[in-house]
């Protein structure tokens, strides 16, 4: 399992605040992989703004709470295959999940012009609470270097103090098919 204790994390449905503060990044209508989505509340929040969402979880109970937002899969994808080889999606989201080995296909499934958004738990958490296992908590830039072929929009590693908690949380962009010569603009706020 690739956290220790994530249920009061996913209290409620609402959108994580880095979510939702980068949405704006994702194309309109592109399509959305939550990985890891829990009670679906990132499925449910792109759905509502017109996505087209795909979830993979473990949990069976997941899958039923989740399927009302999009399309979900049910997979253990720490010790099976990566259900989604040689796909890729408009955004990729992840949040209060880490598992190493699965880094290289989350990044690998965000498209050209896509958006990686990704925010868990770091070192640090381990002296305030949950999860505490150094297999949990990222490492300082780990998140940067396993973005390292994005374009990085937006970058934090630090303390919350509401819930208390070490995070490290990603805003990157895959870079498109731009022909024009110009530079890709990424607001830095929604509109």
């Not at 996913?10 to 592109?30: D, K, V």
């Not at 069976?60 to 796909?87: K, L, M, Q, Y």
């Not at 070490?166 to 830095?188: D, K, M, T």
Request: with cysteine; charged share 20%.
């Amino acid at each position: 399992m690739a956290t220790e204790d994530t249920a009061a994390s996913h209290a409620g449905l609402a959108a994580s605040e880095w979510i939702a503060r980068w949405s704006h990044l994702l194309a309109p209508g592109a399509a959305v992989l939550d990985v890891a989505y829990g009670q679906g509340r990132h499925m449910q929040w792109f759905a509502g703004r017109g996505h087209a969402v795909t979830g993979v979880d473990r949990s069976t109970e997941a899958t039923e709470a989740a399927s009302a937002f999009g399309r979900t899969v049910t997979a253990d994808i720490e010790s099976g295959p990566w259900p989604f080889a040689g796909r890729v999606f408009g955004a990729v989201v992840v949040t209060n999940y880490l598992w190493r080995p699965r880094l290289a296909d989350i990044v690998a499934a965000v498209a050209p012009g896509g958006v990686l958004l990704y925010e868990t738990f770091a070192a640090g958490n381990e002296t305030v609470g949950k999860p505490s296992r150094p297999d949990f908590l990222l490492q300082p830039g780990e998140l940067l270097a396993a973005c390292r072929e994005l374009r990085v929009v937006a970058y934090e590693n630090g303390f919350l103090a509401e819930p208390e908690r070490f995070v490290q949380r990603i805003a990157a962009v895959r870079a498109g098919n731009a022909a024009s010569g110009q530079p890709e603009r990424h607001l830095l706020r929604g509109n």
